[in-house]
């Protein structure tokens, strides 16, 4: 029987595939959005106001990325942007006779603040190092959930897999960093 040459049933779809860069200004602007919130929040009463520093410093951050130093604190560098912004506000406010917080008192907010959501700082040093040992694929998938909020039916029609293939690959995925976190963590001296 003469043999017949193979043909896939579904044409070829070639995927671009894109890394995470966890050192990329704009990834970890998107990381420490809820951070940034809570922070700007914590000097400011109405949570309105804090949404609009929010936005400010976030436009900030993304036109003044070149002043960002790759490498260093990253949060530290956004969190100091939102203080400035916080206290440009709270002064605003008080040129129009509004009583809100003492320049002392926002200090104060603010370092007790720092310290409370700059806390994991480790962890997430952790996680960035997990993440670069994954493989090209297990990082596309987290790009495309977490970065890209695909769904798993999006994810399957982007890598051709079933849904129950990727949910269990993305299970397998965050076990495999949670280890590898707890593991970095475990060999930190004391």
């Given at each position: 029987m003469p043999e017949q040459p193979f043909s896939s049933p579904r044409p070829e779809k070639k995927t671009t595939i894109q890394v995470v860069d966890t050192e990329d200004p704009a990834w970890l602007l998107?990381?420490?959005?809820?951070?940034?919130?809570?922070?700007?929040?914590?000097?400011?009463?109405?949570?309105?106001?804090?949404?609009?520093?929010?936005?400010e410093t976030n436009t900030y951050i993304l036109t003044h990325l070149d002043k960002f130093d790759r490498g260093s604190n990253f949060k530290a560098w956004a969190f100091q942007i939102a203080y400035f912004r916080v206290k440009s506000h709270i002064r605003d406010r008080q040129r129009r006779n509004h009583v809100d917080l003492s320049d002392a008192l926002v200090e104060k907010i603010s370092h007790a603040a720092a310290t409370y959501f700059n806390g994991d700082d480790e962890r997430l040093s952790h996680l960035h190092r997990c993440i670069q040992k994954l493989g090209t694929k297990e990082r596309l998938l987290l790009r495309?959930?977490?970065?890209?909020?695909?769904?798993l039916t999006e994810l399957a029609k982007t890598t051709m897999q079933k849904p129950n293939s990727i949910h269990k690959a993305m299970s397998r995925i965050?076990?495999?960093?949670?280890?590898?976190?707890?593991?970095?963590h475990s060999q930190q001296p004391a």
């Open positions: 998107a990381q420490a959005q809820s951070r940034l919130k809570g922070y700007i929040l914590s000097m400011l009463s109405n949570s309105q106001d804090a949404d609009d520093i929010l936005q495309l959930q977490y970065m890209e909020n695909a769904s965050r076990q495999s960093l949670r280890f590898c976190i707890e593991k970095q």
